[in-house]
């Protein structure tokens, strides 16, 4: 069965680095897209980073432009997330994606908790 795994997250300061990881299997993971959504207390989930099954092409939310940094390893089955110049507002339980299927199904991890805070 599918399975996406995130690990790396935890307590920083602000300015401060995290990289999140995620670990997939059950499904042929050079096949799909991934992405990395996060979600704050109280908020709605919201898209972080996108990138291509090949690697190739990536997409941020504005918000994160110029700070994060998505990457996959398709030989190890893992797309990670560097994460630099952290903010407060970073602060939320980060979750790995995928989707497939007509009409497109949602596959998510458990998320990881990303706390920036002094």
């Known amino acids: 069965q599918v399975q996406l795994v995130e690990s790396g997250g935890g307590l920083v300061q602000p300015g401060g680095s995290l990289r999140l990881s995620c670990a997939a299997s059950?499904?042929?993971?050079?096949?799909?897209?991934m992405s990395w959504y996060r979600q704050a207390s109280g908020k709605e989930r919201e898209l972080v980073a996108t990138i291509s099954k090949g690697g190739g092409l990536t997409n941020y939310a504005d918000s994160v432009k110029g700070r994060f940094t998505i990457s996959r390893d398709n030989a190890e089955n893992t797309v990670n997330l560097q994460m630099n110049s952290l903010k407060p507002e970073d602060t939320a339980v980060y979750y790995c994606?995928?989707?497939?299927?007509?009409?497109?199904?949602?596959?998510w991890g458990q998320g990881t908790q990303v706390t920036v805070s002094s």
């Open positions: 994606n995928f989707a497939r299927g007509v009409p497109k199904y949602d596959y």
């Open positions: 059950g499904f042929t993971f050079s096949n799909y897209a």
